[in-house]
Structure formats: structure tokens, C-alpha cells
């Protein structure tokens, strides 16, 4: 069974830039989570799915942050304009069920971003 | 809201030394309970978990007891190897609806041959 998929790897902007990412969650996930983490700390949770409608986004800054989910597979994370403190690994995680579940979240490999 | 504490690291140990990554949580309700790890390079991975009081998750030889009385979940493994050098996760979820998972800030464990 294939992981969850995340591109780019790695990516490095500068301030005020604009930058995306894309993930690909485990075929049949129905949630789809995007994190961030910043060094030294735990992940935090930005936004997540359940197929294409948005469960929580109670942190994410939606002035310059977005994610869209538009065929409930994959995903799409945006950053419009970038800030040095967005330096951060972005995390995607998928998931079978969630609603009063404790299904297992399955994570990709992440995207670190650096602003410069 | 919800919390969790995890001990400072990085914690040093010699190879098939006693493990123990104390976790301490803070929630509403009945919450499940999560040890992630995230080998260098890597994403997190689930390594075991935990879902009522007094359940034990295990996997890989290590161990992490559901303690509602301390409000804790201790991960331990008996004789760690170099291979388990990584940052680990103590995490909680509250059943019902859709709860967000709250990770804690991880701990990093370097085993030294």
C-alpha cells in the first residue's frame, strides 16, 4: 500500500514570496490533516478534511494561509505572502475514518520550508 | 483545553540501557493516547497506542500503560539499540466527533553503542 505522498521536499523562499504544497493521502482516506512544525516542537494541527469539507481550521491564519481539498483526495496548502516564522516543516496526514473513531493517522515524509 | 507534557530531552543512553520518556496529559473526557516517532529524515510513524485506562500498547519492545489515575502514559523499553535513536511524540485525542490529535513537544532519544 502506497504512504502518503508530499511534494516538494524541501523549498526555500524568500520573505514575501508565495509557495504551495501538495499532498497525496493512502487511497480510501477520507481525512486529510495538514500540520506544521517548527523546530524543537510538536506538531500542530493547521486544518483538516473530511473528504472535500473543512473540519477544523481553528489555527490556520487564514490571512495568509489556505488549503483546498477539491476532489476530496488530494490537497493543496498555500502560503501568500511568506514570513520568516513560517519556517517549518509541513506535515500531511491521512486517516480511514475519524468521527468517534481512533483511527490511525498515517503521515508523509513533510515539506521543509525555509524563509529566508 | 487539551495538553500534553513530555520530559526534556535529548535524553542519552548506552546501547541496552533502560528506556523510560515520561508523558503527562491534560484533557476532558476519556481521550486516547499516542506515541509517535519520527526517525531522523523521516515523518512520524504511530508506534503504539492506547484507547481506555490500564491499557497497554506495546510495539518494538517498547510499552506505554493508560494511566487515568496519574493522568500519565510513561513510554519504556527494557534494552534500547542504537536503531531506536529518534524524537518521540506523546499525543492525545478525545473520542467523539472530530477531535484533533495534541501532540507534545517530542523528546529526542540518542542511544550511544
Known amino acids: 500500500e502506497a504512504g502518503v505522498a508530499q511534494s516538494p521536499r524541501y523549498k526555500i523562499i524568500e520573505k514575501r514570496q508565495s509557495v504551495a504544497f501538495w499532498c497525496n493521502p493512502i487511497?480510501?482516506?477520507?481525512?486529510l490533516y495538514w500540520y506544521q512544525q517548527i523546530l524543537g516542537q510538536g506538531p500542530k494541527l493547521l486544518i483538516q478534511f473530511q473528504n472535500n469539507g473543512v473540519v477544523d481550521d481553528s489555527q490556520l491564519p487564514k490571512d495568509r494561509f489556505s488549503a483546498e481539498r477539491l476532489k476530496g483526495v488530494d490537497s493543496t496548502l498555500k502560503i501568500q505572502p511568506a514570513k520568516l516564522e513560517d519556517s517549518a516543516v509541513y506535515l500531511c496526514a491521512s486517516s480511514l475514518m475519524e468521527r468517534g473513531g481512533t483511527d490511525t493517522q498515517y503521515f508523509g515524509p513533510g515539506t521543509r520550508l525555509t524563509v529566508l | 483545553g487539551n495538553s500534553v507534557t513530555q520530559m526534556e530531552g535529548p535524553v542519552t543512553l548506552s546501547e541496552e540501557a533502560f528506556l523510560t520518556i515520561n508523558c503527562t496529559y491534560t484533557?476532558?473526557?476519556?481521550?486516547?493516547l499516542f506515541w509517535y516517532v519520527q526517525y531522523p529524515g523521516e515523518g512520524l510513524q504511530l508506534l503504539l497506542k492506547?484507547?481506555?485506562?490500564?491499557d497497554k500498547g506495546s510495539n518494538k519492545g517498547f510499552e506505554a500503560t493508560y494511566r487515568k489515575e496519574t493522568t500519565s502514559f510513561h513510554l519504556e523499553k527494557g534494552s534500547v539499540q542504537v536503531s531506536d535513536s529518534a524524537v518521540y511524540f506523546c499525543?492525545?485525542?478525545?473520542?467523539?466527533?472530530?477531535?484533533?490529535?495534541?501532540f507534545g513537544t517530542g523528546t529526542k532519544l540518542q542511544v550511544i553503542p
Open positions: 484533557a476532558t473526557g476519556y481521550p486516547s
Open positions: 499525543a492525545l485525542r478525545n473520542s467523539g466527533g472530530y477531535q484533533k490529535v495534541t
Open positions: 492506547a484507547t481506555k485506562a490500564d
Open positions: 487511497s480510501g482516506h477520507a481525512t
